[in-house]
């Protein structure tokens, strides 16, 4: 099992927008639906080992589960569609209280300090993707990791704080949108486990 947390502070906390125009309306949701496209989808299936974790505005989670995850397709429209589904379902449950709002995708009140704690409970070991740090070709992984990054803005104090612990990879060089990594990650741990990169310099 591998998870992705992507934080978002700019994303939607109602449903009360256009998916015609998810750049601007929609507080960047674009840039949630390519992560979803890019954790979930192969060239003819959906990765089923796979959790996707959306912090909106540190109060908003969006739960996205491989293994029960039904009508995710490649346009951005139609996982908007999905996320502003899990958005309105949202409305009026109470902290803590989690339901579903269409079969693989789950919704709750819950920040980004809470969700880490429970990842950890859960078993999952988070490590932080951040530009300068150690390669991920040359790091050691954890088993059960979360990979964490961040939107088009760059973490807050608090958030930067709060995942100062953490270990730190690097997917490249360059800076790079943040569906390009998960996209690196997945590939990385593809090799890692076909047992590809073993014989590599």
């Not at 109602?14 to 979803?36: E, K, N, T, V």
């Not at 209280?97 to 969700?115: D, F, H, K, N, Q």
């Not at 300068?132 to 992984?141: D, E, H, N, Q, V």
Request: charge should be negative; include cysteine.
């Amino acid at each position: 099992m591998r998870a992705f947390v992507v934080v978002s502070h700019t994303g939607p906390l109602s449903g009360d927008f256009s998916l015609s125009d998810l750049p601007g309306g929609a507080g960047r949701l674009d840039i949630l639906c390519r992560c979803a496209t890019e954790a979930f989808l192969l060239s003819h299936g959906i990765r089923k080992d796979v959790r996707l974790y959306l912090v909106i505005r540190n109060r908003l989670l969006i739960t996205l589960m491989g293994e029960r995850l039904r009508h995710l397709n490649p346009d951005e429209r139609s996982t908007a569609a999905l996320l502003r589904r899990a958005i309105n379902r949202a409305q009026g449950i109470t902290p803590g209280e989690e339901v579903e709002s269409t079969p693989g995708i789950s919704v709750r009140w819950e920040g980004l300090a809470s969700l880490m704690s429970r990842l950890v409970g859960e078993g999952f070991r988070p490590v932080l993707l951040e530009e300068g740090a150690t390669f991920i070709r040359t790091s050691p992984l954890p088993d059960r990791p979360a990979f964490v990054l961040s939107d088009h803005q760059d973490f807050t104090p608090e958030e930067a704080e709060l995942l100062a612990p953490l270990p730190k990879v690097t997917v490249g060089p360059l800076s790079l949108h943040g569906h390009q990594c998960i996209t690196l990650v997945h590939n990385e741990l593809d090799l890692r486990e076909a047992g590809w990169v073993n014989g590599w310099s």
